[in-house]
């Protein structure tokens, strides 16, 4: 089975500063690797992916994370954040077995301050 | 194009009874998945269908139950809610089973008192 670590709960930033969210990953297999991010009262939504090739991953927003397979880490960054920024952000990993889960890590709460 | 749409989007029941939550997938969609996300912690698997078949099931009691119609939308049963059943509920939907290409809906709060 995968299992995914988010060592940082909760991340507060000064807008217009970078941020760098933590995600490490456990696994014995080829796995596919997800950011997510989540609004209040809202669904998930899909902020970038890794599925093979490139190991620096650019996705909406402004965001990008960078495929680490020796550290087993997926970190994701952005060099600049908007309030708009503040939510909850999940990282997920993927098998590809069938019937193939994603397993979420418990979540990083980004809050940008003014 | 219309997302994935869950209804009802609140629901409270009581402890004991059932619910029926219910999940319509992307035009042209075929894969179903739901998840369980308790407040606080990441979402956690509890099915996929694809085709009208179960494909993968999560670690959840036999309480917890779906299934997939000829038109793909999905229904989430649970029966003998329990205080622990309070959660949001997640659908997602994908052109076919591989995971790389899932669009999650807003999701049904529901509350168990």
């Known amino acids: 089975a995968q299992s995914v670590t988010q060592l940082d709960s909760q991340v507060p930033v000064f807008e217009e500063a970078p941020v760098e969210l933590r995600c490490n990953y456990s696994?014995?297999?080829?796995?596919?690797l997800f950011w997510y991010v989540q609004y209040p009262n809202q669904g998930l939504q899909l902020l970038l992916k890794?599925?093979?090739?490139?190991?620096l991953v650019k996705g909406i927003n402004g965001f990008e994370a960078e495929f680490n397979k020796s550290q087993t880490s997926f970190h994701l960054r952005k060099p600049s954040v908007h309030i708009s920024d503040t939510a909850e952000y999940f990282c997920?990993?993927?098998?590809?077995?069938?019937?193939?889960?994603?397993?979420f890590g418990t979540g990083t709460s980004l809050t940008v301050i003014p | 194009d219309a997302g994935v749409t869950q209804s009802p989007t609140h629901l409270i029941k009581t402890r004991g009874q059932q619910v029926t939550l219910r999940c319509s997938p992307i035009?042209?969609?075929?894969?179903v998945s739901w998840y369980q996300q308790v407040l606080g912690q990441g979402p956690q698997f509890i099915f996929q269908?694809?085709?009208?078949?179960?494909?993968g099931r999560g670690n959840f009691p036999d309480r917890f139950s779906a299934r997939q119609f000829p038109n793909y939308s999905s229904e989430l049963n649970v029966n003998a809610l329990l205080l622990g059943d309070s959660a949001l509920y997640l659908c997602?939907?994908?052109?076919?089973?591989?995971?790389?290409?899932?669009?999650f809906g807003s999701g049904t709060r529901l509350t168990v008192v």
């Open positions: 997602a939907s994908s052109l076919g089973p591989e995971s790389y290409g899932y669009t």
């Open positions: 696994s014995s297999v080829s796995v596919y």
């Open positions: 890794y599925l093979s090739g490139s190991t």
């Open positions: 997920a990993v993927s098998d590809l077995s069938p019937g193939n889960q994603f397993y």
């Open positions: 035009s042209g969609h075929k894969s």
């Open positions: 269908y694809y085709e009208k078949e179960e494909r």
